[in-house]
T-cell receptor
């Protein structure tokens, strides 16, 4: 059974304090790993898709990396507007459904 | 801008009534659309997958007679919650799969519909 575990559950950072969010996964054949940002009361907003180990993607202050067992979302010099819940999801080769982790709630003050 | 829309954004209904939620992909054709529900402080749980012109595939434990899904075109899917009860109160979110920079495997999500059943 596919599993996605995100840590930490919650993270509080000072503005400018860089950190990383972790997403550990097990899946029977990875098609892709996805990162989304979700603000309260809103739908998830697409950030990145990673397909193979060693791949990296960047967007503004965010950088996502992928290994065979986990993915990291690095946040460099975060700002208060980066506060949100960050969701990781895996997609198996057998289909297109996403299996989500429980998310990391990030607060930047 | 938004690529997937949902309507309504919130709805309050009485127990026993039916509610229809629309999901539209705005600037791309979505071969597949998905419906999720999310309880407070929880992550998204897939309810069903729908392909245009064919019957939806429901996840284990989701009642297909209660949650009716219609995918009439490549840009529109609807979810009807029939005979709604208070335990159906939740945040319902749709997504559409399509090539829009994130790759054909990427799902783009709507803003969600908050359903409250009294």
């Amino acid at each position: 059974e596919d599993q996605v575990t995100q840590s930490p559950e919650a993270l509080r950072l000072q503005e400018g304090e860089s950190s990383s969010l972790n997403c550990s996964y097990t899946v029977s054949g990875l098609r892709g790993l996805f990162w989304y940002r979700q603000d309260p009361g809103k739908g998830p907003e697409f950030l990145f898709t990673l397909y193979s180990a060693g791949e990296e993607k960047e967007k503004e202050r965010l950088k996502a990396t992928l290994t065979k067992k986990e993915s990291f979302l690095h946040i460099t010099a975060p700002k208060p507007e980066d506060s949100a819940t960050y969701l990781c999801a895996v997609q198996a080769v057998r289909g297109y459904a996403l299996n989500f982790g429980k998310g990391t709630s990030l607060l930047v003050t | 801008g938004a690529v997937v829309s949902q309507h309504p954004s919130w709805v309050i209904c009485k127990s026993g009534t039916s509610v229809k939620i629309e999901c539209r992909s705005l600037d791309f054709q979505a071969t597949t659309m998905f419906w999720y529900r999310q309880f407070p402080k929880q992550s998204l749980m897939l309810m069903a997958t729908s392909n245009e012109g064919s019957k939806a595939t429901y996840e284990q434990g989701v009642e297909k007679d209660k949650f009716l899904i219609n995918h009439a075109s490549l840009t529109l899917s609807t979810l009807t919650v029939t005979s709604a009860h208070p335990e159906d109160s939740s945040f319902y979110i749709c997504s559409a799969r399509g090539a829009r920079g994130g790759g054909a495997d990427t799902q783009y999500f709507g803003p969600g519909t908050r359903l409250t059943v009294l």
